[in-house]
Nanobody, 116 residues
Framework: QGQLVESGGGFVQPGGSLRLSCAAS????????MGWYRQAPGKQRELVAT???????NYVGSVKDRFTISRDNAKNTVSLQMNSLKPGDTAVYYC??????????WGQGTQVTVSS
């Protein structure tokens, strides 16, 4: 019954910024690790960034120093601040909640397009 809803995607020029948000409901958000994934046309879905229930973060190499993942357990949200965007960042971005005990929850995705 858990649900994740992403927002904040859109069209931006190279070098620009976007902030994605993911709102969780129907499950105990604070005990889950959260991740942002993306899938570009014709490519497999890939991990972008993760944040544990304790706040530890991890990033794929291509976004390090440009993207920042954060969470607000009081608001049941996880965000992805994306700076210095490149055309290669164009993809549908998905939010995922996961744990070792409970079933994963995925959002429906939000489109990010980086183009001049």
């Amino acid at each position: 019954q858990g649900q994740l809803v992403e927002s904040g995607g859109g069209f931006v020029q190279p070098g620009g910024s976007l902030r994605l948000s993911c709102a969780a409901s129907g499950f105990t958000f604070s005990i889950y690790s959260m991740g942002w994934y993306r899938q570009a046309p014709g490519k497999q879905r890939e991990l972008v960034a993760t944040i544990t229930s304790g706040g530890s973060t991890n990033y794929v190499g291509s976004v390090k120093d440009r993207f920042t993942i954060s969470r607000d357990n009081a608001k049941n949200t996880v965000s992805l601040q994306m700076n210095s965007l490149k055309p290669g960042d164009t993809a549908v971005y998905y939010c995922r909640a996961y744990s070792t005990i409970y079933r994963d929850v995925w959002g429906q995705g939000t489109q990010v397009t980086v183009s001049s």
